[in-house]
């Protein structure tokens, strides 16, 4: 038995906290390894609350009703159009490389009169 006063309320020394630490890191670890990951149907229609539900609940089978289905796969359609049309956009002002940005016989004539006038007062 051991003397009163001896080790109660004892503060743990350096290598106890480390083992303790290092018991529940590795604890930690096994555990991570172990687990049973659940099944994802649609690989490419992914979305952020998908993926916030993985990390909540990994062994979670995450499958899409029709209805997301149809509309992410609607998403993905729009936005591959809107890409291909900037596309189209960009290269259009690239093969106009021919026109010069010197003004042209008009923009001469009235080029001159750019300047403010005073106007005089006819009474």
């Known amino acids: 038995m051991a003397p009163p006063g001896g080790k109660i309320n004892r503060p743990k020394t350096e290598l106890g906290k480390k083992l303790f630490k290092r018991r529940r890191v590795l604890c930690r670890q096994k555990k991570q390894q172990r687990q049973i990951v659940g099944a994802v149907v649609d690989q490419g229609l992914i979305t952020i609350h998908h993926l916030r539900k ?22 993905l359609q729009h936005q591959q159009q809107e890409k291909a049309g900037m596309e189209v956009e960009l290269l259009a002002p690239q093969r106009k490389k021919g026109e010069t940005s010197a003004p042209t016989k008009k923009e001469k004539e009235v080029g001159g009169s750019r300047e403010d006038v005073e106007m005089a007062d006819v009474e």
């Open 54 to 75: 993985r990390r909540s609940s990994p062994r979670a089978n995450i499958t899409l009703s029709g209805k997301k289905k149809r509309k992410l796969l609607k998403q």
